[in-house]
């Protein structure tokens, strides 16, 4: 069954600076998202990637896939206080869509 | 307005009620989705649906049942609810092509 797996589950940044969000998947699969969700809100889609190497860029945070080790990171350059939030990836394997447990991200001044 | 929409927003049942949780999108999306979000657990699939009249279990579908009879419903019940089911509950939508999937804005199930 397929498991997907984010570290850290959470990250307390200061403004400025960079960081990584890591997210590991158990089984092949070449379709992967990334949402944030606000605290009490629903979940806004953020980056789709649909094949080995795909990366695309939103701002201050990027992300990119790599198929063969299962893995998609999701990079965070400069951050802002805005970017607080709680991130989810998702795999997509059998159109079933499985969430990690989320990055809860806190931006400090 | 076109979108997803879930109903109601909040509700408070009593344990052994049944309950059903309303999902609607205007997009004609083939596929659909229940999650449920717990602290600590992230969002869990309940059920999913790839089209009218077919659905499939997810991670935790026990205590749940679900039906697709119009492509653009797809309600969620609780036959017999349990504190346990206590939860956020949050419906999504994606085409078959648009690989993007749109959330509703969730109901908020609290089982007394």
């Known amino acids: 069954e397929l498991k997907v797996e984010q570290n850290p589950l959470f990250l307390s940044m200061q403004e400025g600076k960079n960081y990584t969000i890591y997210c590991n998947y158990s089984t092949t699969s070449d379709r992967l998202y990334w949402y944030r969700q606000d605290p009490g809100k629903s979940l806004e889609s953020l980056f789709v990637l649909l094949s080995n190497g795909a990366v695309k860029q939103e701002g201050r945070l990027m992300a990119s896939l790599d198929t063969k080790a299962r893995l998609s990171t999701l990079h965070i350059t400069a951050a802002v206080h805005d970017l607080s939030a709680t991130y989810f990836c998702?795999?997509?394997?059998?159109?079933?869509?499985?969430f990690g447990a989320g990055t809860r991200l806190t931006v400090k001044p | 307005d076109a979108g997803i929409t879930q109903s109601p927003r909040y509700k408070i049942t009593e344990t052994g009620r049944q309950v059903t949780l309303m999902c609607h999108q205007t997009w004609s999306h083939s596929y659909m989705f229940w999650y449920r979000q717990d602290l600590g657990h992230g969002l869990r699939l309940i059920y999913y649906s790839a089209a009218a009249d077919i659905t499939d279990k997810g991670e935790v579908p026990d205590g749940y049942v679900v039906s697709r009879s119009k492509t653009e419903n797809f309600p969620l019940t609780l036959e017999s609810a349990t504190r346990s089911q206590t939860s956020v509950y949050f419906c999504?939508?994606?085409?078959?092509?648009?690989?993007?999937?749109?959330f509703g804005q969730g109901t908020r199930l609290t089982v007394v």
């Open positions: 999504a939508s994606r085409g078959a092509r648009i690989t993007e999937a749109f």
């Open positions: 998702a795999v997509d394997a059998s159109n079933d869509m499985r």
